[in-house]
């Protein structure tokens, strides 16, 4: 197991080293312009730099910000909302409706709706995220207090729970596994929605905005510095926020199974 | 509750980051848990057993359209009381005329179809090289490794970021339109048909090789259709995914017609009723796809056989 372990890393370094060569030869070769093909050297020495001066920073806590506030916001609306449609019939027959007609409208496509309503700015890119991490959130908060299981409830029913220990002690850790879902999927969401947002409606700061902005100037390796902060901060909330945040709930409460491997 | 089989097992498997993340956001899937539970509980009271199916479906129908009913009442009100200028925040008769029009002059279906188009050659690329990659990941060990890495590492990045670099690679237009959607929608197929290769049963594999199956009677008769509810799902991530970024794009890289460009060209003219009119055909042809090309498909085929339930 642990040689086959070993083996599994060694190849994907080495898949890693061979495609970064590949890039490098093709960039330093010359057969498309430096300007379009930055060398890897040149897009580190970028980041670097963009780190270093504070400005990186800078349009990631922007971006951060209007990310979180949105997220937060489709929490705070979405999560007690679709508990209440999974608890309540009525609810749910006002809302579900709505909810299926407004989620294949991409939340990108409201972009220039909200520009005319809110004008430029920070109000633009929080909307779009709250509209884009709201569903996800609503759904998997409904779906997962429909899907705890009826024994426990009759089982804590007989055993004397009133609607409050019920509430607390059943239906929310046995949705939980769809709630955490619904946070991830939310999650994935906003972060996709803030940096099309940024794009087309932030004026000075942020990362979405200045990959945008790096175009105009065919800045290809600011561009490419800013796509690997902006990975980089995606894998992290994944990884270690939503990783943790799993284990310290679902995971341990035997929930779920954890990954085989 | 409904929960496929797959999907028990896609919800069971729960760290490990994206890919799971990507098999499981069917877990709680968007249209199709919700109307199956909608199906579900069509009323079976069992004392009022009496009541006609027609008129349990009136009511249905009543259910349904009522709310909209009422945030239609509350719009015109917002509207007509004149709390923003109209031009603005137009009545509903306004944009529902605007929808009329442009329809009428063909200028809307113009804008949709090529909208379709592009949707659908970036699809089929995606939907192609996706389920290949995916494939050869989940049967060799050594493609898996290789290949995993590189597609963790594309995968967080929002597809719109990619957008400028590909129009700076291959400039304004409809290739860079068509490879971008290709691009991103790529990713949620190749993780759900990886986890599905890797998720056929092991003793199917094995009882079908003591059967004396080759590989390619293996692969056509055991993995393929064992796989395929997951490939399924990742078809439909995918073409959600393209969805989602088309729109996006027909903005950025400044294609001459679709209903990206129709909306984001109306803003400069204030044309709030146009680009509300566009927004909602988004929507419809957006509900259109899942619910008529993927659900008939999940139909023909993994609830055929009996990999799914219905």
């Known amino acids: ?261 | 509750m409904y929960l496929k089989e797959s999907e028990t097992f896609s919800c069971g498997i729960a760290t490990s980051g994206i890919i799971l993340e990507i098999g499981r956001v069917e877990c709680a899937g968007e249209w199709d848990v919700m109307d199956q539970v909608a199906d579900a509980h069509v009323p079976v009271m069992p004392g009022t057993s009496v009541v006609h199916a027609k008129d349990a479906r009136w009511r249905v129908i009543a259910r349904n359209v009522f709310p909209f009913l009422v945030v239609g009442a509350l719009w015109e009100a917002v509207a007509h009381l004149g709390v923003f200028p109209p031009r603005l925040f137009p009545p509903l008769e306004v944009v529902g005329a605007a929808l009329v029009r442009l329809t009428a002059s063909g200028i809307l279906p113009h804008h949709a179809a090529e909208t379709l188009l592009r949707l659908a050659a970036g699809f089929a690329l995606a939907a192609a090289a996706g389920v290949a990659i995916g494939i050869a990941m989940g049967r060799s060990r050594r493609a898996e490794d290789i290949i995993l890495p590189l597609v963790s590492i594309g995968a967080p990045i929002p597809g719109v970021a990619y957008a400028p670099l590909f129009m700076l690679w291959f400039g304004l237009g409809n290739v860079s339109a068509v490879l971008l959607v290709g691009f991103v929608s790529a990713f949620p197929i190749i993780f759900n048909t990886w986890t599905g290769v890797k998720a056929v049963k092991e003793i199917w594999v094995r009882s079908a090789q003591v059967m004396g199956a080759d590989n390619r009677r293996l692969f056509r008769h055991v993995i393929l259709p064992g796989s395929l509810p997951y490939i399924l799902t990742g078809l439909r991530l995918g073409l959600a995914q393209a969805w989602r970024i088309l729109v996006v794009v027909e903005l950025l890289a400044a294609v001459p017609w679709g209903l990206g460009w129709l909306i984001f060209g109306a803003r400069e003219f204030l044309n709030t009723d146009v680009m509300l009119a566009g927004i909602a055909v988004i929507g419809i042809i957006g509900l259109a796809l899942e619910k008529l090309v993927f659900q008939r498909l999940e139909n023909y085929t993994v609830v055929r056989w009996g990999m799914m339930v219905s």
């Open chain 1, 1 to 261: 197991m642990s040689a086959e372990r070993t083996r599994s890393i060694l190849r994907a370094a080495a898949a890693l080293i061979v495609v970064a060569a590949c890039y490098e030869a093709i960039a330093r070769s010359g057969i498309f312009p430096r300007a379009l093909l930055p060398t890897l050297p040149t897009v580190a020495d970028t980041l670097v730099q963009l780190v270093a001066d504070g400005t990186m920073l800078r349009h990631a806590a922007y971006t951060l910000y209007r990310m979180l506030f949105g997220f937060a916001l489709a929490v705070v609306v979405g999560l007690p909302l679709g508990i209440l449609m999974g608890r309540f019939r009525s609810v749910e027959n006002f809302f579900m409706p709505l909810a299926s007609a407004l989620m294949p409208i991409p939340s990108l496509a409201w972009v220039p709706v909200f520009i005319l309503w809110f004008g430029l700015g920070n109000t633009v890119s929080i909307l779009i995220v709250f509209y884009a991490a709201m569903f996800p959130m609503l759904l998997n908060a409904w779906s997962g207090v429909r899907s705890v299981n009826q024994l426990w409830l009759r089982a804590a029913g007989a055993m004397g729970a009133d609607e409050n220990a019920l509430f607390w002690k059943v239906i929310l850790p046995g949705a939980s596994p769809f709630i955490i879902t619904g946070l991830r999927q939310a999650f994935l969401r906003s972060w996709i929605a803030v940096v099309g947002a940024e794009m087309i409606a932030a004026s000075d700061w942020g990362l979405g905005w200045v990959i945008y902005d790096a175009k105009e100037f065919l800045n290809a390796d600011v561009m490419l510095a800013s796509l690997a902060v902006i990975g980089l901060i995606g894998f992290a909330f994944e990884r270690l926020v939503f990783g943790s945040i799993e284990r310290a709930t679902v995971l341990r409460w035997g929930m779920v199974r954890a990954a085989k491997g």
